[in-house]
């Protein structure tokens, strides 16, 4: 495979070495001040740093003006596009428009329901899904094609990912729909945040036989565990996501003082447990408005300094 993008985040993942990635939302309303001051944490302990594309259905400044930031702070980002909101012409717009600002990652989602958000009444598009944009923006990107067949002047260079749940039910399905994702384009997953790490290393065998983990680098997503309130809300209402209880018991059993340094802690060791499974290629940090302990985690994890590529 020849490189695509020339993407920092694509460099290291090509070198063999375990990459890390992490994760800025932009805020809702303009307050750019606010989204610089959050990832200038994250500038020197992450390859690459994803911008949400209004995460969780709630309207925030957009991902491409958000990315455009990081390229002016000198951070290289992973720009994330929803299908819900757009059509395929928005989309390959987007496409298009982000190669142009020099966005070099491109996370394909299909993204919260609307219902989830604060516009309920909103309409869901999903013209596409995220195996078709996935496939759309690959064939863009090598065959210079839009899905009419009109031909691309310029094609956009990007290195593509997706995102995968390793515990939605049914659980089997998970790593055929991983496959799918793949054979559409997608060069990099991160997955859903990870606790159940018994049943992630299930899903990572899985992905193993079935030889994805040759075809496609899977990185590990870790979400710390701010408090007990967190813990059980992630447990309790948080589809498709596993929180054991010995996570719960661990935070319960601190002083309140404590509890975000427990947090802090469990991440990682989760991270140095995904890091020794067989086909993990990195980790994905979202700690959410927890930007500024990201630096400690990952140094405590022992992937600091990142590697110069």
């Excluded at 983990?213 to 996501?241: D, H």
């Excluded at 700690?287 to 405590?300: F, G, M, T, Y």
């Amino acid at each position: 495979m020849t490189m695509t993008a020339g993407s920092n985040l694509e460099k290291v993942l090509r070198s063999g070495q375990k990459a890390v990635t992490c994760e800025c939302g932009p805020p809702r309303g303009a307050d750019v001040e606010h989204f610089r001051h959050k990832a200038t944490f994250l500038k020197e302990c992450a390859d690459a740093v994803n911008v949400t594309d209004n995460q969780t259905a709630v309207v925030r400044f957009c991902s491409m003006a958000a990315c455009r930031i990081l390229l002016d702070m000198g951070i290289e980002p992973v720009m994330q596009m929803v299908t819900r909101d757009m059509n395929r012409i928005a989309l390959q717009s987007n496409v298009l428009g982000a190669a142009v600002l020099g966005i070099k990652n491109l996370l394909c989602l299909t993204g919260d329901h609307s219902s989830f958000g604060d516009h309920p009444q909103s309409k869901n598009v999903h013209d596409l899904d995220s195996i078709q944009l996935l496939n759309t923006v690959r064939m863009m990107r090598d065959e210079g094609k839009m899905i009419s067949g009109t031909e691309v002047q310029g094609r956009p260079a990007m290195f593509i990912g997706a995102a995968a749940n390793p515990f939605a039910d049914p659980f089997e399905f998970r790593v055929v729909r991983l496959a799918k994702k793949i054979k559409a384009g997608a060069q990099f997953i991160q997955t859903q945040c990870i606790y159940d790490m018994e049943r992630f290393q299930k899903f990572m065998e899985m992905a193993n036989d079935m030889g994805l983990t040759e075809k496609c680098y899977i990185m590990a997503g870790i979400t710390p565990l701010k408090s007990v309130g967190m813990a059980n809300y992630m447990k309790k209402f948080v589809p498709g996501l596993l929180v054991p209880d010995e996570y719960i018991t661990r935070l319960k059993g601190v002083p309140k003082d404590k509890v975000a340094a427990e947090g802090m802690k469990i991440a990682v060791e989760q991270i140095q447990q995904c890091l020794e499974m067989k086909g993990v290629a990195g980790i994905h940090l979202m700690a959410i408005e927890w930007e500024d302990h990201a630096p400690e985690i990952l140094k405590s994890a022992g992937v600091l300094p990142r590697p110069k590529v």
